[in-house]
């Protein structure tokens, strides 16, 4: 029988992978929008919208983990864990309103 794969799901391993997704899709978007603007592409253009969406969002995704991973204090007791569920309403709301 095959060992199980290790991975990990720490703060701090979420952060890294949220990082290094977010710095490649923000290259993309980068790419798209010189593309885009060079070749009057409105394909690119319109894509580059798509890409930028979700810069905002893996963005919005990397702070909540950073936030989240803070101690709890006295007068936070529960800590800092809603901040990714907050993170993931306004991440919901906000594709609801670019759909509508």
Same mark, same amino acid.
């Given at each position: 029988m095959a060992a199980p794969a290790a991975h990990d799901h720490s703060h701090a391993a979420?952060?890294? =992978?949220l990082a290094a997704a977010l710095g490649l899709v923000f290259a &993309?978007?980068?790419?798209e929008l010189v593309g885009g603007l060079l070749t009057h592409s409105l394909a690119l253009l319109a894509d580059f919208g798509h890409v930028a969406s979700d810069v905002a969002a893996l963005a919005l995704?990397?702070?909540?983990? =950073?936030?989240?991973a803070r101690?709890?204090?006295m007068?936070? &007791?529960f800590g800092f864990h809603?901040?990714?569920?907050i993170?993931?309403?306004i991440n919901g709301l906000t594709l609801l309103a670019i759909a509508v």
């Open positions: 979420q952060g890294t =992978r &993309t978007a980068i790419l995704a990397l702070f909540a983990v =950073r936030v989240s101690p709890h204090n007068q936070w &007791t809603r901040a990714e569920v993170a993931a309403a």
